[in-house]
């Protein structure tokens, strides 16, 4: 038994394992060798690389039982730049000598177990060198389990803490062991990352691991040797690899790797010498931040002597300004940033003295100052603007810049709540905004970085919405507000939630955009506490008191709190009884707008959403854009995890007809990031006040005090609250509201009165004048740094890794604009004076802009440098020197210039990318390499290329991505060239255009030399170089051309200018002419004689060319076999092409292709089945007429199989006109017919006319170039029109001046009739090389009004067929994105066709059909209705002229107006509503009247007792009361109770005793009487004794009320009473608006009254009495009812023994209605004799 025990102990004793933690020994020195590399570059070798590499030696002793000394000695940096491996590492003596410097002493570090504790460092030794000796620490960090070999678990490390995987292998027989570990880069618990830049990039932590773009991983490979002793450290490797794909790119990736590799050389027994000096505690293994300088992703540095460096580069960045030289300037601009940081405010002061009188140093010093972003230089700043040392305007441009790029924290903020109470920011409003928001904005970055944000930086917004709200001022609430929203903060809420009045019952008297303004303020605190927002934004959206926009507000807050799908579904079942169908149109288009979203952040979201739409009926997907909305634009792909998002919000008031308030923004998605880009706001309120007739004193007027005493009789009615004008905007940039103005009647006073001293028009105007007179002359320069964004993290080997960003651009002005008007503006100055006057100016203005961007991959510290720099860059340069005359009086303007002298680059934009590698101790000797090995391939030069054998063919991927018909694509002009042709390394093409009349050409310059051969990813073809720039250079003439001159004349000397310019100076030249002499001049000057010969030529040779086009089938924007084609060569391609059968007519099958379709579309053609069965009928090319489209009658073979042919194959038929007297010029486009009646059509159009022979030239345009020693060259424009009756027509010539040329540009459009527009242009010789040309018309499709638009081209050139083909191969996919629906199929090959069809008022049907592809949908949404009238037969349409087109947007206009009709028993509100309501005999009710405070007008209407069909209206306007009766068969016109006079039209000017009137006029309309108010909002009123019609003006809505309603689009509350309430029906309804009269002195002896309940009520259980809330109809006093009608009437109840009783006349409309109950209401009565007063 002892046996057995004794051999399990030793067999447990041997299985135990070796503890395999490094252990040194004290007292003895362990020496290793230590290297570490890291390396930037692609995958593919054979391109540029850059890189470091530090070998030293390391030794390691051990001084305590926990502490260890480490001491780094002979340090070695090399680096690398070029091809690896064959360019070698260069050795950077210097640099390894200031390394060797800070690593003279030894490092302490606690070590205990195989782990790194707390490590300690001399007092001066920076960071970087710390951080390498992290590196090296970073190798013993080992974690043992003795009891697993393969484990995992979350270690400590240079890089955080991250999860860390270990496999161990032991051979326990040679007492080694071998430890492998990885760790997962991007899946740390703690991870060492330091983001600048970005405080509004927010991430999305829920996204998979997939969608970063930035992965990393690290392997350690340790080797151990252990004995009794412990194990020793042998050799240690670690290899650390970072993936970088911007575009998120697959093969799309610049890897840095990092290797280190730590050998045991040996053991010596003295240990390291204890340090000499002091040593400091610098933290853990973890990897430590400088919190000194950063330095910039911008050349190195090496600050001695800041306030002289300063100076120097100062003066160096103006000097290379001034010389143009904007690249090297703005790279001084970057460096003055980085000196800025390190200079102290005494160095800043002594600069700004030594400087501040020098106007070209200012702008670039105040810029600088506000882009480096430090403490000093904030501080600065802000004593310069307590000091009034910057102007307005100075301070308004860099104080946003200045709070944008400073560094939050407590010192800055501190500085920044001083901007706050600075006396002189509160003097301008302007100031004190951008200080507000700009604070808030500093809050918001601080507390993000931040754990927790103290309450008192928060506490100045406090106080100022605490003080504002106080004093009643909403421009400081509405200031409080937006800084407290851009702050975000949860602890806002408190004070936020006192704006709003479903939280506060003091906020209901404040206004509603105060009330948007705290729903708006939080959304970015939505960030932080979803939750608290979430709850907040749904009570404030289920307040049905509240405004609609302050609702759809919170609903869009709501949703950016990414709800989850029960509260989706409960919004969602709101809605479903949501009164205010604005707001529930608004909810519901924002959810369907979500539902069709595919961002990945979004999609819980999105499918929350498209489940809880489809609770909801299509009811609300019906609705026009009358009423709110949501308009969605997105696109993400998922292939590059980049998207974008723009949203615009439309939110409509019940007082407006269009949006009054528009929200639009744009966000992006990229990555595991989203970023508000930029959002705008527009609000307006009351605009309709500024466009009508202002000062009409309509409270003087009586009816303004009859509708005040009215609104006494009806119980709780009031008119609507006051309404200033006001126009407001914010726009926010990265999610940060930077600027909001308010604009109302007093604010353009106040600034009128401060320009001017007048608020007054006219003294403007003179002012305006007079400083134009004095002109402009300066310089502006304004620099800017747009950005600076940077993500660093540590590589293995201490050194930091890190992405940068940074841009600055520069735009600037030089103008000098002389001005001299005559005669000179006198004293008594009127703006009509500036239609007599002259003016001459002399202009040379020079704008200029630039904008410069690095990005850096790679090492950047202040001592190296070494990775990938990309510099990308946009310039563009021009002049404009010009002398200009403009003659008012005579209609005339003349401006020269001076031609091209020399060659000019207008705009440029470059970029190039190269390794490169900087050190601090070489800083004037950088290393860059490009990509590419050297001499492989030629390098980018400006030399002219010459073109290759194939540069006129297109490359093969665009021939790949064209559909087939493009057959030729190639561009004249062009010079394209290829280097290694096999990969095409190496692009180049040269586009340009001569003009050689004016001695000038542009050209288009394309270079690209990348590695994108090697992979085809975005981001090979960024690295390299490009170049793209458009070039201005002067063309070599035979005479130099002294000046460029442009003269435009209008009126009747238009004709005299262009034979003045043809004579050239002759004698002739100042005589005057009869017209026939000018007239016959023009026509020789211009050739059009050669135009029209040519003209008749080609219709003679039309017939010819039909037959032998019939066979020929060119391709879409193809060149033509014959060189002049008439229209019917198009027309008979189409008839053999659409001539089959449409069973046989192409094999494929239609393809429906659904992309974002708008919801379920009915396309049901139940109502025009037999309409479009005789239409789509077979027929042969013989049967086409002259639209090029077939037609029949009749049925055919094809209605027969089918009688609902789908909408493609619907054929449109114009309108048979009767009337073809238009002409058009040589429209020989036209197809040939069988009949003789298409025949004499055909001719009558074809037979050109010159509208010269009847009319003179309106308008001559002339561009010439003078010569010295020749006459000048150029080109002419002239202009007819002719308007008669029926027609309309407009001419352009365009010619040469220069007699030999017999190029031309003809152009005709003309209005043939109101269902028929044509026209043409021409172009080449004699206007006969190229033409195309385009009709409108009306007719029918289907059984539906429609339009037809259809393009015809015969020769166009190749510029134009290569453009026409790259976008022809978009459409395809551009269709499917929008929904619509694609068949191939054959059609007419030069020409397009798009029919829009009117299915109704509010849908239309779309069929785009191209030579190989029809586009088509159906039922698609108009924004607006259309008024249509589909019954009537389109022949007996009665003819119009052209004016039916603005009469069509007339009755657009005439359909938004609100239009009310009574007609019998039936009322149709403004709203649209209909419904029956009998009314009671001889009692006026209130039809429609203004509620608004001004109380223009009252439309009152009653039934006669003789006739119930008959009614009598009473209107009163002004001072007049007008009344409408029918007295023995005749309509009678009573004005202010005397009879009319019967010669009408009657017309009244109310106001002529005031400064403004307001007319009334009364005229004989069809069997009626018509009034007209406009100024008075009624734009018509009509009565003929049955029905009475009233339409009030589009700036009425949302201010009526009466029976015919508000007027505010809202049909579900279209039943409102005098008080609010909402009735239960049309009779309780139109009770309500009875006008109740003294029952002894009018006919009416009915009135409203209280009623209590006289059945038996139990409510709540208990015994109750009830009393209606609203009044009922009752017979006076004395009087008892004959006739009743049962109403539904809300009733209060309260116990029965309550001491409320009507006699008390309680009011209780304002009570909770308990129960609902029918009662009668008395609609006749009989009276007996009534006492009533003598």
């Known amino acids: 038994m002892k046996g057995l025990i004794l051999a399990l102990v030793f067999a447990l004793v041997e299985g135990q394992k070796q503890d395999l933690e490094p252990v040194f020994h004290m007292g003895k020195t362990y020496l290793y060798s230590y290297e570490t590399i890291i390396v930037h570059g692609l995958p593919d070798r054979s391109l540029a ?60 570090f606690e070590y205990t177990e195989g782990r790194v504790g707390s490590i300690f460092a001399p007092e001066d030794c920076p960071i970087l060198c710390t951080n390498l000796a992290r590196g090296i620490l970073n190798m013993l960090q080992i974690t043992i389990k003795k009891s697993q070999n393969v484990y995992e678990l979350q270690e400590a490390g240079i890089e955080g803490i991250c999860q860390t995987r270990y496999v161990i292998q032991d051979d326990s027989k040679n007492n080694r062991a071998t430890i492998s570990k990885s760790k997962d880069l991007t899946d740390c618990q703690d991870k060492a990352v330091k983001n600048l830049g970005m405080a509004y990039v927010r991430p999305c932590p829920t996204c998979p691991l997939k969608a970063r773009n930035i992965k990393g991983t690290v392997t350690f490979t340790y080797k151990m040797k252990y004995d009794d002793s412990g194990a020793s450290l042998t050799s240690a490797m670690s290899d650390q690899v970072y993936q970088i794909s911007p575009f998120n790119e697959p093969n799309g990736a610049a890897v840095m790797e990092a290797r280190q590799e730590l050998s045991l050389v040996g053991v010596k027994r003295p240990p390291i010498s204890a340090p000499t000096s002091q040593l400091q505690k610098q933290g853990s293994l ?203 903060e949860p602890a806002s809420i408190k004070c936020i939630l006192k704006f709003l009045p479903t939280f506060s019952s003091a906020a209901a008297s404040l206004p509603n955009r105060i009330h948007a303004d705290a729903v708006l303020a939080l959304r ?128 409509n008031s019940p007082s407006t007809m269009f949006p009054s308030d528009i929200i639009t923004k744009v966000r992006g998605y990229y990555a595991d990031t989203a970023t508000d880009i930029i959002e705008a706001a527009l609000r307006s309120q009351s605009l309709t006040k500024l466009l009508r007739k202002q000062n009409i004193p309509f409270a003087e007027y009586d009816t303004y005090k009859t509708l005040k005493e009215l609104g006494k009789s009806l119980l709780g009615w009031k008119e609507l609250p006051p309404e200033d004008p006001l126009v407001s905007a914010y726009i926010k940039v990265l999610g940060q509201e930077i600027a909001f103005v308010d604009i109302d009647k007093d604010a353009i006073q106040q600034t009128m009165m401060s320009l001017t001293g007048s608020s007054d028009w006219q003294p403007v105007v003179k002012k305006v004048v007079e400083e134009v007179q004095k002109g402009i002359s300066g310089r502006w320069t304004l620099p800017a740094m747009v950005g600076e964004m940077r993500h660093i993290v540590p590589t293995i080997a201490g050194l930091p890794l890190e992405l940068g960003l940074c841009g600055a651009t520069v735009a600037q002005a030089a103008a000098d604009v002389d001005v001299k008007v005559s005669p000179p503006v006198s004293d008594n100055f009127r703006p ?67 031609p091209c002298h020399r060659e000019v680059e207008l705009a440029a934009v470059r970029s190039e990318v190269y390794a490169i590698s900087r050190n601090m101790e070489e800083a004037d000797s950088e290393k860059k390499s490009q990509i590419f090995p050297k001499g492989e391939i030629p390098s980018i030069s400006d030399q002219l290329l010459q073109p290759t054998e194939g540069s006129s063919k297109p490359s093969s991927w665009k021939q790949s991505s064209m559909p087939n018909v493009i057959s030729k694509g190639y561009q004249q002009g062009s010079e394209e060239a290829h280097g290694n042709s096999a990969g095409r390394r ?218 609902n042919p789908p909408v493609y194959h619907v054929l449109f038929k114009p309108v048979d006109e009767q009337d073809t007297g238009g002409e058009i010029l040589n429209i020989s486009i036209s197809s040939s017919s069988s009949s003789a009646s298409d025949e004499d059509i055909s001719r009558a159009i074809s037979q050109p006319k010159f509208l010269g022979d009847n009319k003179p030239p309106i308008l001559a345009a002339v561009l010439r170039a003078i010569h010295r020693n020749k006459q000048p060259t150029g080109l002419q424009l002239v202009l007819y029109t002719d308007r008669q009756h029926k027609r309309w027509r407009i001419q352009i010539f365009g010619s040469s001046i220069t007699g030999p040329s017999r190029w031309k540009l003809c152009a005709d459009a003309s209005v043939i009739n109101y269902r028929k527009v044509s026209g043409s242009l021409k172009w080449g010789k004699d206007c006969q090389d190229y033409q195309i040309a385009t009709r409108i018309a009306t007719g029918q499709f289907a059984a539906y009004p429609a339009m037809q638009m259809k393009l015809e081209w015969l020769k166009v050139p190749s510029i134009i067929r290569t453009t026409a083909g790259w976008f022809y191969s978009f459409l395809p996919g551009a269709a499917y994105v929008l929904g619509f629906s694609q068949r191939q199929q054959l059609g007419p090959s030069h020409q397009a066709t798009l029919v829009m069809a009117l299915t109704s008022p509010r849908t239309c049907d779309v069929v785009f059909k191209l030579p190989e592809l ?321």
């Open 1414 to 1734: 029809t586009i088509y949908d159906t039922a698609i949404n108009l924004p607006l209705p259309v008024p249509s009238h589909p019954a009537t037969a389109i022949s007996t349409l009665p003819s119009s002229d052209w004016k039916v087109f603005s009469q069509a947007t007339l009755s657009i206009i005439e359909s938004l107006k609100g239009h009310c009709t009574v007609f019998q028993n039936k009322i149709s509100t403004f709203n649209g509503v209909e419904f029956n309501y009998a009314m009671p005999a001889n009692c006026y009710h209130v039809l429609a009247q203004d509620c608004s405070p001004e109380l223009k007008f009252l439309v009152m209407v009653k039934r006669l007792e003789e006739s119930a069909d008959l009614t009598a209206i009473n209107v009163r306007l002004a001072s007049h009361e007008v009344d409408m009766y029918v007295s023995n068969g005749l309509i009678q016109l009573k004005i202010n109770g005397v009879q009319a006079p019967k010669d009408l039209p009657y017309t009244s000017n109310s106001g002529k005793i005031f400064r403004f009137s307001a007319s009334m006029l009364i005229s004989s309309e069809k069997k009626g009487l018509a009034l007209r108010a406009p100024d008075y909002g009624i734009d018509k009123i009509y009565y003929d004794g049955h029905r009475l019609e009233i339409q009030v003006a589009f700036w009425m809505a949302g201010k009526t009320c009466g029976i015919c309603g508000k007027y505010d689009a809202e049909i579900e509350r279209e039943y409102q009473t005098p008080s609010g309430y909402l009735a239960k029906d049309a009779v309780s309804f139109g009770h309500s608006w009875i006008i109740s009269e003294d029952p002894c002195a009018g006919a009416c002896k009915l009135q409203r009254k209280l009623v209590k309940s006289e059945k038996p009520v139990s409510f709540e259980k208990t015994a109750a009495k009830c009393f209606s809330v609203e009044p009922v109809l009752r017979c006076v006093k004395g009087c008892s009812a004959i006739e009743t009608v049962p109403v539904s009437v809300g009733f209060h109840c309260v116990p029965a023994d309550s001491a409320l009783s009507l006699d008390e006349q309680p009011r209780l409309d304002q009570k909770s209605e308990d129960v609902v109950s029918s009662v009668s209401a008395h609609t006749a009565c009989s009276c007996r004799q009534q006492a009533c007063p003598a």
């Open 986 to 1203: 190496f692009y180049a093409r040269r586009f340009c255009k001569k003009f050689e009349s004016l001695g000038c050409s542009t050209c288009l310059s394309l270079k690209s030399q990348n590695p994108a051969f090697l992979r085809n990813t975005y981001l090979h073809k960024l690295f390299g170089e490009f170049e793209a720039k458009i070039i201005l250079k002067p063309v070599h003439t035979d005479d130099d051309i002294d000046k460029i001159q442009l003269e435009v004349q209008a009126g009747s000397k238009a004709a005299s200018k262009i034979i003045e310019v043809s004579s050239s100076g002759s004698k002739e030249e100042g005589e005057a002419s009869p017209y026939e002499d000018i007239r016959a001049k023009l026509k020789k000057i211009l050739g059009i004689e050669n135009v029209f010969m040519a003209a008749n030529k080609t219709r003679r040779r039309t017939k010819r060319i039909n037959r032998e086009y019939e066979t020929a089938d060119t391709g879409l924007w193809a060149e033509s076999s014959t060189p002049h084609l008439s229209r019917s060569s198009s027309s008979s391609a189409a008839s053999s092409a659409d001539g089959r059968e449409p069973g046989n007519h192409h094999s494929k099958d239609e393809i429906r292709q659904f992309g974002e379709k708008r919801g379920s579309k009915s396309s049901s053609r139940s109502s025009s089945g037999s309409s479009a069965s005789s239409n789509a009928c077979s027929s042969s090319s013989s049967q086409e007429d002259h639209s090029g489209d077939r037609h029949c009658s009749g049925d055919s073979e094809y209605s027969n199989q089918q009688a």
């Open 49 to 108: 690389t850059a890189g470091v590499r530090l070998a030293s030696k390391v030794e390691i002793s051990r001084v305590s039982p926990s502490d260890h000394l480490l001491q780094i000695r002979s340090p070695k940096l090399e680096e690398l730049n070029g091809f690896w491996p064959t360019d070698p590492f260069i050795p950077s003596s210097r640099l390894s000598e200031t390394i060797a410097s800070c690593l003279s002493q030894p490092f302490k």
């Open 524 to 651: 970015k605190i939505a960030r932080k506490d979803p939750a608290k927002v979430r709850e907040i934004t749904l009570q404030v959206f289920m307040d049905s008191t509240l405004a609609p926009n302050v609702r759809m507000v919170a609903c869009v807050v709501l949703f950016e709190t990414k709800p989850a799908l029960p509260t989706v579904s409960a919004l969602a079942s709101s809605l479903l009884t949501e009164p205010s169908l604005q707001v529930a149109s608004f909810a519901y288009s924002h959810m369907k707008t979500l539902a069709a979203g595919r961002i990945p952040q979004l999609y819980k979201l999105s499918a929350a959403c498209n489940i809880a739409i489809k609770l909801l009926g299509p009811r609300l997907d019906r609705l026009s854009y009358r009423y709110s909305k949501v308009i969605q634009f997105s696109h993400y792909s998922s292939q590059y995890q980049a998207g974008a998002i723009w949203r615009v919000y439309l939110m």
């Open 832 to 898: 009509s004076q500036l239609w007599e006057t002259k003016m001459d100016i002399h202009a040379d203005i020079r704008p200029k802009a630039y904008f410069h961007m690095i990005a850096m991959m790679g090492i950047n510290t202040q001592y190296i440098q070494s990775g990938f720099e990309f510099h990308a860059e946009f310039n563009a340069n021009t002049t404009m020197k010009f002398d200009a005359r403009i003659n008012m009086k005579e209609k005339n303007l003349k401006i020269e210039t001076l």
């Open 286 to 488: 973890r990897y430590h931040f400088s919190g000194e300088l950063l330095q910039m992703p911008i050349p190195l540095i090496r600050i001695k002597n800041p306030d002289l460096q300063l100076t120097e580069t100062l003066r160096q960045l103006v000097q290379n300004n001034e010389k143009g030289a904007t690249k090297e300037a703005s790279a001084k601009f970057l460096q003055m940033v980085q000196l800025f940081r390190v200079a102290t405010l005494d160095q800043i002061e002594s600069l700004w003295l030594q400087f501040i009188n020098e106007l070209p140093y200012r702008p670039w010093f105040l810029s600088a100052i506000c882009a480096a972003g430090a403490t000093d230089t904030f501080r600065f700043l802000k004593q310069k603007i307590h000091d009034e040392k910057l102007n307005i305007w100075e301070a308004a441009v860099t104080l946003p810049l200045a709070f944008h790029f400073v560094t939050p924290n407590k010192k800055t903020l501190e500085i920044a709540s001083t901007f706050l109470t600075c006396p002189q920011i509160q003097k301008v409003l302007m100031h004190r905004i951008i200080v507000y928001l700009g604070y808030g904005s500093m809050v918001n970055k601080y507390c993000a970085q931040a754990l927790l944000c103290p309450n008192e930086l928060l506490q100045p917004l406090h106080d100022l919405a605490t003080e504002a709200t106080s004093k009643g001022d909403a421009k400081d609430m509405s200031l409080a507000l937006k800084a407290m929203g851009n702050a975000g």
